[in-house]
Every structure is written in structure tokens, then in C-alpha cells.
């Protein structure tokens, strides 16, 4: 089982960016997808979350009306759309696959906001 993240980086107040989560060795399809993020000196917290066939979304209320979390299945990987980001948002961000007892991580990818 892999997942791989991709696409953070530094990236000025305001502006954007698109993570992506690739994964392998399970049925992706079956499983419900989400990102979360830890900042230095605090927990984990769960960012979005996508249900397994993409119907239903749910965001923290930090991100909600800025983040967008979608899915394509035919390609195994998880995206999260990053707008109007704050130094707040900095964090190690994770994607995550559950499915009732089946729990994947990926190794995170950095996004820092600062000017």
C-alpha cells in the first residue's frame, strides 16, 4: 500500500495551490479519502474528507469556502485545491484512506505560507 503526496511547497498569503495524492495497493475506490495537516507544536487535524464514490464532502470550518477536496477513481489519486491560503495554513499536510478497520497514511508534504 502507497500514498504518495505531491505538490506542496512555499507560496506567498493569498495564493494557491494543488495537492495531489496517488495511490496504490488497495481498492482506492472503496476507500473514503481525506487530508489532514499538523503544524509544529500541534495535533493532527483533519482538513476534508471525500466520500469513496466523491458524493459527499466535509471540510474543517478553518478551510471551508477556500479548500476543495475532489477524486478521480480511474486514477487512484486524491486532490486538495488550496486558495486564498494564510500563514495559519502551514502545516505538514497527509493524505489518508479508511475504510472500516483499514486505515493508510502517506509521509505528508510541506506547505508553508509566508510572505
Known amino acids: 500500500v502507497q500514498l504518495v503526496e505531491s505538490g506542496g511547497g512555499l507560496v506567498q498569503p493569498g495564493g494557491s495551490l494543488r495537492l495531489s495524492c496517488a495511490a496504490s495497493g488497495f481498492t482506492f475506490s472503496s476507500y473514503a479519502m481525506s487530508w489532514y495537516r499538523q503544524a509544529p507544536g500541534k495535533e493532527r487535524e483533519l482538513v476534508a474528507r471525500i466520500s469513496s464514490a466523491g458524493l459527499f464532502t466535509n471540510y474543517a470550518d478553518s478551510v471551508k469556502g477556500r479548500f476543495t477536496i475532489s477524486r478521480d477513481n480511474a486514477k487512484n489519486t486524491v486532490y486538495l485545491q488550496m486558495n486564498s491560503l494564510k500563514p495559519e495554513d502551514t502545516a505538514v499536510y497527509y493524505c489518508?484512506?479508511?475504510?472500516?478497520?483499514?486505515?493508510?497514511w502517506g509521509q505528508g508534504t510541506q506547505v508553508t505560507v509566508s510572505s
Open positions: 489518508n484512506g479508511r475504510l472500516r478497520i483499514y486505515d493508510y
